[in-house]
C-alpha cells in the first residue's frame, strides 16, 4: 500500500495479508500441530504441504485403542487381536510409516522418529499374528507356528528383545517431549509402562503363570487406555486449529518450562547486550 508523504513522494508501507499473519507459526501452537520442538528448517515446505502429524496419530489411536479394549476382555474381546489384525497393519503401521515420511520431508526429526517407530511396531505386531511369518515355527516342536506362539521359548524371546527395548526406546522419547506439550509427554509415559507390563506378561507365561499373567495384561491394557486419552486430545486439538475453529484446545506446552540450548544462547546473549 502507497501513502503520501509531504510534497507528494509516496512511500510503500506493509500490508498485512492473511498468509503474513499466520506465518511464522507461535512457537506453542507449532508444537501442537508438529508435536515437536520448533527448530530452524531451511526452505518453506510447510507452506506447500499439509501437517502429516493428526494422520499418523489418527492411524495409531485406530489400532491401539481397540487393542487396549481387547487386553482388558472389554465384551469378551481377545484372541490376540485376530480380528483386528487389518488394522494394526494398515492404520498402526501403513499410515504411521506414511506420516512419518512427511514429518521427515518437512524436517520435524523428533515426531519423524516417534512415528517410524511405532509404524514399524504396528506392522510388526500385525505379522506375527500371520501364519505367512511363522514367528513361533522354531519354537514348536511340530512346526506349527500358532503351537509355538505359546511355547516357553518364544514368550521369554518375545518379553525382552521387542517390548523391554521399546519401554527404553520410548523413555528417551518421554524425555525428549519434555520440550512439547503435556499431553504427549503423559502419552508417553503410559506407554513406557504399558510396554513393561507387555514384557511382563510375556516373562510370566514362560515362567507358566499364566493366572498371574492375564492379570498382568488387563493392567497393560488398562494403560494402554489411558495413553490413548491424551494422543485423542491432541488429535481433536489439531483437526481444529486445521480448519481454523473458534475453539482453541490447549495441550499443555512445555517449550518455555525447559528453555532450549538455542533459547538460552539467545537469552543470555540479550542479557550481555
Not at 507459526?25 to 501437517?51: C, H, Q, S, V
Amino acid at each position: 500500500m502507497s501513502e503520501k508523504m509531504e510534497g507528494g513522494t509516496d512511500i510503500l508501507s506493509p500490508v498485512h495479508t492473511a498468509e503474513s499473519i499466520m506465518l511464522p507459526i507461535p512457537r506453542d501452537t507449532f508444537e501442537k500441530l508438529y508435536l515437536t520442538p520448533k527448530m530452524p528448517i531451511a526452505g518453506n515446505l510447510r507452506r506447500t504441504f499439509g501437517n502429516p502429524t493428526p494422520i499418523s496419530l489418527m492411524g495409531f489411536l485406530v489400532a491401539a485403542t481397540p487393542n487396549a479394549m481387547l487386553h482388558m476382555g472389554w465384551r469378551g474381546a481377545g484372541g490376540d487381536g485376530g480380528a483386528i489384525l487389518p488394522a494394526f497393519i494398515f492404520f498402526g503401521g501403513m499410515i504411521q510409516v506414511i506420516g512419518a515420511i512427511g514429518e521427515w520431508i518437512l524436517g520435524n526429526t523428533f515426531s519423524c522418529a516417534v512415528f517410524f517407530t511405532y509404524g514399524a511396531f504396528w506392522l510388526a505386531q500385525g505379522a506375527s499374528l500371520m501364519p505367512f511369518f511363522a514367528v513361533g515355527a522354531k519354537y514348536s516342536p511340530t512346526g506349527d507356528t500358532f503351537d509355538g506362539l505359546e511355547t516357553t521359548g518364544y514368550h521369554a524371546t518375545a518379553g525382552m528383545p521387542i517390548y523391554i527395548t521399546l519401554a527404553l526406546v520410548t523413555l528417551v522419547y518421554l524425555i525428549c517431549s519434555i520440550r512439547t506439550n503435556l499431553c504427549l509427554f503423559l502419552a508417553l509415559f503410559f506407554l513406557v509402562v504399558a510396554y513393561c507390563l507387555y514384557g511382563a506378561v510375556h516373562f510370566y507365561l514362560a515362567m507358566g503363570k499364566g493366572a498371574f499373567a492375564a492379570k498382568i495384561e488387563m493392567a497393560a491394557g488398562a494403560c494402554n487406555f489411558v495413553l490413548c486419552i491424551p494422543i485423542w486430545y491432541i488429535f481433536v486439538a489439531q483437526m481444529l486449529e486445521s480448519i481454523d475453529f473458534p475453539l482453541v484446545l490447549p495441550v499443555g506446552d512445555l517449550s518455555e518450562v525447559i528453555q532450549g540450548r538455542t533459547q538460552r544462547a539467545r537469552k543470555s546473549a540479550a542479557d550481555e547486550a
